[in-house]
């Protein structure tokens, strides 16, 4: 059966709306009609390079994952769940029976079958079929919208909160001021943190980050004529001291670094900048080799962190968060599209801004046949 409409990526800036057929869901699943999706960098970066590290787009594949939509169907041993619950989803379905899944740690399963990366596809459909378990009700105070949004918020629930581990009043950096690094600010406030700096090269970026979230923002000079990376880095680092108090131990140390830009420099000023005995994070992902300054991380005993999409008990606290009023994600979603104009929508999340020259932090694409009374 048809009626599925599916804006589906086909190679290297080739993307088409396809009719696929409805998905037969299991026992355990239950069939969603997406409302609302979110844009990700890393749906962006497949439609513009057709790839991302060994994740290749060889075959046709449906874009999206960042969604919430209303139950339309569920299946036979689905008890949480009915017809018409609205519901954001985790858009990762693991096997549960290896290592990592038994562990706690199934975002490391080595068989995911996550949304709109290759070759698995995406969200954004009239309809997505997922495990009933991966499904969470939503408040009645929170939108769908909101719902698409529990996705980059857990990314960064499982950044600050559950790799990082910050507890009240100790204080952060965070280098990049872009969805997930103030989503990162946002939940290290939420969390209690004392000080929280933002560090971007975009002073618009760096305003928007002091008003939502920040205590303090810095941007970072620019390079010297044949000057070294990890020279500048280390300069960097230097002068963020300087202008901000930052000390190497004590009070006025920096006890997490969350480094969520992906920029070899961001990563080494990071170091350099985290206190002795300080904890780092890397969420962004830029080039997949670098240079890091690694006597300083071992002389400073560093505990560096990957963090890697979300695990258990991150779409709950990211939904406790939100419903209780300490992270606000309306200011976030900068434009809203019709399904019809998902090509504008990764235009602009491509440019940055939109033709009429606002910048674009998030960009929000309803579902096909969204009415006026789907909320946003």
Known sequence: MSNNPSFVLLGINNVKYEERPIPEISDDEVLVTVKKTGICGSDVHYMVAGRIGSFIVENPMVLGHES????????????????????????????????????GRYELCPDIIFAATPPYDGTLARYYRIPADLCYKLPDQL???????????????????????????????????????????????????????????????????????????????AMEPGE?????????????????????RGKKSIDLVVEASGAEVSIQTGIFIARTGGTFVQVGMGAPEIVIPITTLLCKE?????????????????????????????????????????????????AGKSPDGKPVIKAVISGPDVSPDDLL
């Not at 139950?71 to 549960?96: F, I, S």
Request: proline share 4%.
């Open 228 to 248: 070294s990376k990890i020279a500048y880095s280390e300069r960097n680092a230097n002068l963020m001291k300087e202008k901000l108090g930052i000390e190497e």
């Open 68 to 103: 919430a939509g209303l139950v339309h169907q569920v299946g036979k041993k689905v008890k949480n769940l009915k017809v018409g619950d609205r519901v954001a989803m985790e858009p990762g379905a693991t096997c549960r029976i290896c290592e990592d899944c038994k562990k």
């Open 302 to 350: 560093i505990n560096f962190k990957g963090s890697f999409r979300y695990g258990p008990g991150d779409y709950e606290l990211a939904i406790a968060l939100v419903s209780q009023g300490k992270i606000d994600l309306k200011p976030l979603v900068t434009h809203r599209y019709k399904f019809e104009n998902a090509v504008e929508a990764f235009a602009a999340t491509k």
């Open 143 to 221: 939108t769908l919208e909101d719902g698409a949004m529990m996705e980059p918020l857990s990314v960064a629930i499982h950044s600050v909160a559950n790799t990082a581990g910050l507890r009240a009043n100790q204080t952060v950096v965070v280098f990049g001021a872009g969805p997930v690094g103030l989503l990162c600010m946002a939940v290290a406030k939420a969390l209690g943190a004392s000080r929280i700096i933002a560090v971007d090269i975009v002073p618009s970026r760096l305003e928007f980050a002091k008003n939502f979230a920040a205590t303090e923002t810095y941007v970072p000079p």
